[in-house]
Nanobody, 116 residues
Framework: QVQLVESGGGLVQPGGSLRLSCAASMSIVYSISRMGWYRQAPGKQRELVAGITAGSATNYADSVKGRFTISRDNAKNTVYLQMNSLKPEDTAVYYC?????????WGQGIQVTVSS
């Protein structure tokens, strides 16, 4: 069982930045094969924002390329999502996901609102 705790969300003006954190309850190097950030806006399906493997390979949704960066701190068992140049359309609940032994685990979600 993997427990994930997200933090760092909130309200930010367009053009601003936020950094989301996802702390896992076990090693993200030896126990978890892949982690990612997803988001879900009202009335829309949940979508992948960015993913990172145990080997630190990354992938991004086209809509966030060049603005968002996913990274990891193995010593802290934490994955980050640095979000820059935020737009109103980035407003959503952001979820952290971990994959371990082919099972998916989700965090509780955290709200990000981009508005002036």
């Amino acid at each position: 069982q993997v427990q994930l705790v997200e933090s760092g969300g909130g309200l930010v003006q367009p053009g601003g930045s936020l950094r989301l954190s996802c702390a896992a309850s076990m090693s993200i190097v030896y126990s978890i094969s892949r982690m990612g950030w997803y988001r879900q806006a009202p009335g829309k399906q949940r979508e992948l924002v960015a993913g990172i493997t145990a080997g630190s390979a990354t992938n991004y949704a086209d809509s966030v390329k060049g603005r968002f960066t996913i990274s990891r701190d193995n010593a802290k068992n934490t994955v980050y999502l640095q979000m820059n140049s935020l737009k109103p359309e980035d407003t959503a609940v952001y979820y952290c996901k971990a994959v371990r032994l082919s099972r998916e685990y989700w965090g509780q979600g955290i709200q990000v609102t981009v508005s002036s």
